[in-house]
C-alpha cells in the first residue's frame, strides 16, 4: 500500500506569512496528488489536483509542486480564512490514500 | 453545479449493519465515479471506496471485508453498507464525487456505533 507522509502535523503563521507544507510517498505515484483545505465542521475543498493544477475559482496564493514522491503545498501570502487543515492525497494503482493532515493555525 | 446529500441513520449498534445513500443532483449518476469518504471525530480522512455506473468498483483493503458500495441509476443514488460495526467505525461519512480527486462533496452525516 502507499503511505503518505504530511509534515508538519501543524504550524503557527501569521497573516501574510508564506507557509509550505509537504507530501512524500513510499513510492513513486507520478503526478497524481492532490491537495484539500478543510475547515471544522465542514466537507473537505479541493484545492489542486493533479500536483499543480489550480481548481476552478481558488485563488491563486495557493501553489502545489512536485512529482514522483515528494510534493509541496504553497500559500504565498497566508489570508485570514485559510487558517485550516490540509490534507494531501494521493490516487496511484486503482486505490487512494489521504496523508494525515496540517492544521494552520495562529 | 453537482449536489450531493448523505442520509441514513445516525446511531447503529455494534456488531449491525451501516446503511447510507448519497442522493446526487445537478448531474447523472452515469457522469462521474462516486466515492465514500470518512473522518472519525478529530482525526484525519479515510477513503472507503469508490464506484462507476458501469461497475467499476475499488475498495480501500483494510475495510473491503466488511463494506459494500453500490449504484442506483433509476434514482441518482449511491449508496454504502459496512457490516458488522464496531466503535472504530464511529465517523463523519462524505459522499463525493470522482475517484482519482473529489471534486464535490456532500455536507456528511455522523454516524455513531453505540448500544
Known amino acids: 500500500d502507499i503511505q503518505m507522509t504530511q509534515s508538519p502535523s501543524s504550524l503557527s503563521a501569521s497573516v501574510g506569512d508564506r507557509v509550505t507544507i509537504t507530501c512524500q510517498a513510499n513510492?513513486?505515484?507520478?503526478?497524481?496528488l492532490n491537495w484539500y483545505q478543510q475547515k471544522p465542521g465542514k466537507a473537505p475543498k479541493l484545492l489542486i489536483y493533479?500536483?499543480?493544477t489550480l481548481e476552478t475559482g481558488v485563488p491563486s496564493r495557493f501553489s502545489g509542486s512536485g512529482s514522483g514522491t515528494d510534493f509541496t503545498f504553497t500559500i504565498s501570502s497566508l489570508q485570514p480564512e485559510d487558517f485550516a487543515t490540509y490534507y494531501c492525497?494521493?490516487?496511484?494503482?486503482?486505490?487512494?490514500?489521504f496523508g494525515g493532515g496540517t492544521k494552520v493555525e495562529i | 453545479q453537482v449536489q450531493l446529500q448523505e442520509s441514513g441513520p445516525g446511531l447503529v449498534k455494534p456488531s449491525e449493519t451501516l446503511s447510507l445513500t448519497c442522493t446526487v443532483s445537478?448531474?447523472?449518476?452515469?457522469?462521474?465515479?462516486w466515492s465514500w469518504i470518512r473522518q472519525p471525530p478529530g482525526k484525519g480522512l479515510e477513503w472507503i471506496a469508490y464506484?462507476?455506473?458501469?461497475?467499476?468498483?475499488n475498495y480501500n483493503p483494510s475495510l473491503k471485508s466488511r463494506v459494500t458500495i453500490s449504484v442506483d441509476t433509476s434514482k441518482n443514488q449511491f449508496s454504502l453498507k459496512v457490516t458488522s460495526v464496531t466503535a472504530a467505525d464511529t465517523a463523519v461519512y462524505y459522499c463525493s464525487s470522482g475517484g482519482e480527486y473529489f471534486q464535490n462533496w456532500g455536507q456528511g452525516t455522523l454516524v455513531t456505533v453505540s448500544s
Open positions: 493533479g500536483a499543480s
Open positions: 464506484i462507476y455506473y458501469s461497475g467499476i468498483i
Open positions: 445537478g448531474a447523472s449518476i452515469t457522469s462521474y465515479y
Open positions: 492525497q494521493q490516487y496511484d494503482n486503482l486505490l487512494v490514500t
Open positions: 513510492q513513486d505515484i507520478n503526478n497524481y
